[in-house]
C-alpha cells in the first residue's frame, strides 16, 4: 500500500503561481511512477503531468505545457507540481497518484494504483 497526501493548494488569481506537494508514505516511493491528475465540476479526470521512477522522465497534457513543472525528491517520498501563470480553467481539485509502471497510457487514470484524497485550487479571473 501507498498512502498519498497533497497539499499546496488554495485561491489565487489568474497570472500567479502555487506549488502542489504530494508526500508518499508506505512502499518505496521510488519505485512508482507519479502522477498529477485534475478534475473540475461535471468533467471526467485528466491527466496533467507525470515523472518517471528517476525524474529523467517527464510528460505533460498539452494544456499545461510550458506553465506547470512536475518533479520529484525521492530522498523525501515528495512530487511536487509547480504551476505558473495560471488561468480559470485550471480550477479543479487536483489529484496526486502512484503507479507501478510506466505504460504508453500513462495518461490514463485507470494506469494508476494509489491516489491522494486531492487539493483545491481555484484561479479567480
Known amino acids: 500500500q501507498v498512502q498519498l497526501v497533497e497539499s499546496g493548494g488554495g485561491l489565487v488569481l489568474a497570472g500567479g503561481s502555487l506549488r502542489l506537494s504530494c508526500a508518499a508514505s508506505g512502499r518505496t516511493f521510488s519505485n512508482y511512477v507519479m502522477g498529477w491528475f485534475r478534475q473540475a465540476p461535471e468533467k471526467d479526470r485528466e491527466f496533467v503531468a507525470s515523472i518517471s521512477w528517476s525524474g529523467a522522465g517527464t510528460y505533460y497534457a498539452d494544456s499545461v505545457k510550458g506553465r506547470f513543472t512536475i518533479s520529484r525528491d525521492n530522498a523525501k517520498n515528495t512530487v511536487y507540481l509547480q504551476m505558473n501563470t495560471l488561468k480559470p480553467e485550471d480550477t479543479a481539485v487536483y489529484y496526486c497518484?502512484?503507479?507501478?509502471?510506466?505504460?504508453?497510457?500513462?495518461?490514463?487514470?485507470?494506469?494508476?494504483?494509489?491516489w491522494g484524497q486531492g487539493t483545491q485550487v481555484t484561479v479567480s479571473s
Open positions: 497518484a502512484a503507479a507501478r509502471q510506466l505504460t504508453s497510457t500513462y495518461y490514463r487514470p485507470d494506469q494508476y494504483n494509489y
